[in-house]
């Protein structure tokens, strides 16, 4: 049976799994999930997740929600696919640790970032200057400290990509188009791990994908 996403490509945790299966090259159903129509709060998809969250995800009888229990669940289980996207023993502990610091310290600061500055607009809300200064300040400080792990490693768990700097994708996606540019480009070796890992073809398919809804 087909793997099955089911989500909105505006979502980035959506995008996330579905990077992860592109890196993977795995043959995948994408189901639209119609959030402006309250869709994802429905009886069918709280089936699926009870959060009414996207994305959902199906691999046969198997069904999962949280985008990072997804996409370690498909790293794991399909490990001899397409892009290895963890490692064992030791060095997987690391990419674990930075896993956990994007998601407790860069995602919270960044998703406030995405909100003000993309998503508000998107919806013809006005961007509220105040939460973006605090939440600037927040995630200049959290760069300094990848700058520093980045002047010791090419990338953020290892000398290799893994789950720890795919995760970042979808919200370096949007706050690279965004004032908050200036952020990433203060600090060199931030900057050129970003170039790296936004260049990745599974990335610009999905965001192929997106273009197209």
Known sequence: MVMKVHGSVLSTAAM??????????????????????????????LALNPFGQVPAFEDGDLKLFES???????????ED?????????????????????????F?????????????????????DAAVVEENEAKLAKVLDIYEARLSQSKYLGCDCFTLAD????????NLMASPVKKLFDACPKVSAWVA??????ALAKVLAMRNQQ
């Open 68 to 78: 990072r229990a997804i996409t370690q669940y498909i790293a794991h289980v399909y």
């Open 196 to 201: 790296d890992i936004m260049a990745r073809p």
């Open 107 to 127: 995602d919270p600061v960044a998703s406030k970032l995405q909100w003000e500055l993309v998503f508000k607009p998107m919806f013809g809300m006005a961007t």
């Open 16 to 45: 996330r799994v579905l990077i992860v299966l592109n890196e993977k090259g795995l043959e995948f159903e994408f189901v639209p999930v119609d959030m402006r129509a309250g869709e994802h709060k429905k009886e069918h998809f």
């Open 81 to 105: 696919k397409g892009t290895p996207l963890v490692c064992e023993g030791k060095p997987m502990a690391t990419v674990g640790v930075w896993m956990e610091v994007e998601a407790h310290q």
């Open 166 to 173: 795919l995760h970042h994708l979808p919200a370096l996606t």
